[in-house]
């Protein structure tokens, strides 16, 4: 199976290399010739949980060059920077290939579903811990699994019998039948954690030093829970309170993707995170106020780029 890991960012680096690792047939594509070069001269250098590094050896291909036809695409480019790659994915791409989404946020399926409408599409929803150090580096932060599933139910598949094979082969992967339920309880976590660490501009765990910082998870926890419930999706907003509370703790050192994208002036992933919430509400007729304040306060501020870090 011909694969693409289609992002060359933290998430893409450290799943190039373990693909490389585990032997698979895969190319790396880079938004930038820069990149690219770099790769294909020094590989991606990958630090460890432990500290160790090592240097893999991988085949990088610039987006807008020509590349061989992929059977799988591990989408791992932000949900910002998928509308104009949906062409070129169309042309990339075997029909009928599989396309594996390793985004925050939802809401891009559509556009995908429309513009590859013989593709399968499978979502990924991780817990590991991944930061990009220069150019081709990586540095895995933490341990975590990688939960796959089909967007829209179906039988056994190839990439079904991939998923398998590959966590044989020690990779932290699991196939998930239900990876609706997790990508909606991933989405309330990235609803709370991301909107308040860039406006407040702290690290995950300075917002469990805040005293309205209980009352703002319930409100905007109870708005995504009776969203979700309209679509089918039962979510706990107990449950999903504790988990974002553990995940302030546990990457309490952090800076969220939303704080990093608003400090670096680069577009964030709000309309794809709070903004579908308050799109789904709309439609379904459940009020939003909090997450379309959340909203429209990171769309202000997308305005305002690089202010100093409190
Ligand atoms: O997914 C994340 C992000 O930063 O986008 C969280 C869970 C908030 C961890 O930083």
């Given amino acids: 199976m011909k694969i693409a890991v289609w992002g060359a960012g933290a998430i893409g680096l450290l799943w190039g290399a373990r693909l490389v690792l ?5 190319f790396l594509v880079t938004r930038t010739r820069k990149q690219r070069d770099e790769l294909n001269r020094n590989g991606i250098n990958l630090t460890e949980p432990s500290g160790a590094s090592c240097c893999i050896s991988v085949r990088a291909v610039w987006a807008g060059e020509k590349m061989p036809p992929f059977d799988l695409v591990l989408l791992t480019v932000k949900q910002t920077a998928l509308p104009p790659l949906v062409p070129l994915l169309a042309q990339r791409c075997r029909q009928g290939a599989s396309l594996l989404l390793m985004q925050n946020g939802m809401g891009q399926e559509d556009l995908l579903k429309a513009e590859a409408p013989g593709d399968h599409i499978y979502r990924a929803v991780t817990t590991e811990g991944a930061l990009r150090e220069g150019t081709v ?6 341990m975590g699994e990688t939960h796959i ?12 019998r991939w998923i398998r094979g590959i966590s044989h082969q020690g990779l932290p992967v699991a196939f998930n039948s239900g990876i609706d339920r997790l990508t909606w309880q991933k989405l309330a976590i990235n609803c709370v954690i991301n909107p308040l660490t860039s406006l407040f501009r702290v690290k995950n765990g300075g917002l469990l030093a ?3 910082f209980p009352y703002w998870v319930d409100s905007i926890l109870e708005e995504v829970v009776r969203t979700a419930e309209e679509t089918g999706i039962h979510l706990s907003r107990e449950e999903l309170k504790e988990k974002v509370y553990h995940i302030c703790a546990r990457t309490a050192d952090n800076r969220s993707s939303m704080l990093e994208d608003l400090s670096r002036g680069k577009p964030t992933e709000i309309s794809f995170i709070n903004g579908f919430i308050v799109r789904q509400g709309k439609q379904s007729g459940v009020k939003t106020p909090m997450n379309g304040l959340l909203y429209d306060l990171v769309r202000t501020a997308e305005g305002s780029h690089g202010e100093a870090e409190v």
């Fill in 210 to 212: 805040f005293d309205f």
């Fill in 137 to 142: 580096g990586v540095i895995h932060t933490g």
């Fill in 149 to 160: 599933g089909p967007i829209e139910g179906g039988g056994e598949t190839r990439v079904i």
């Fill in 22 to 26: 585990a032997g698979e047939d895969v």
